[in-house]
């Protein structure tokens, strides 16, 4: 693989794993709240803060919970619930 997409690659997930953190931050939700409410694994939710690997899943996941706000909804529209 060319090595300047790998650095793109690297820099965006870096960026994006800043603005996790910040929009987790601004709505007041700790750690804890992602694990407990909103069923994420602590080490999962703390590797995507870093920077680290996200599946197609998640980030629409997230893409989803950050225009609407509610992470519960976004979630069963991932697995396809009709509740």
Same mark, same amino acid.
């Given at each position: 693989?060319?090595?300047?997409?790998? &650095?793109?690659?690297?820099? /965006?997930?870096?960026?994006?794993?800043?603005?996790? &953190?910040?929009?987790?931050?601004?709505?007041?939700?700790?750690?804890?709240?992602?694990?407990?409410?909103?069923?994420?694994?602590? =080490?999962?939710?703390? +590797?995507?803060?870093?920077?680290?690997?996200?599946?197609?899943? =998640?980030?629409?996941? /997230?893409? /989803?919970?950050?225009? +609407?706000?509610?992470? +519960?909804? =976004?979630?069963?529209?991932?697995?396809? =619930? &009709?509740?």
């Amino acid at each position: 693989m060319d090595p300047d997409i790998d &650095q793109d690659y690297a820099e /965006f997930l870096k960026l994006l794993g800043m603005r996790i &953190q910040q929009m987790r931050k601004e709505r007041g939700l700790s750690l804890r709240d992602m694990v407990v409410k909103h069923n994420y694994h602590d =080490s999962q939710w703390r +590797r995507y803060e870093r920077g680290g690997p996200m599946n197609v899943p =998640s980030l629409w996941d /997230f893409a /989803f919970y950050s225009s +609407r706000r509610t992470w +519960r909804v =976004s979630r069963r529209l991932c697995r396809g =619930s &009709q509740t």
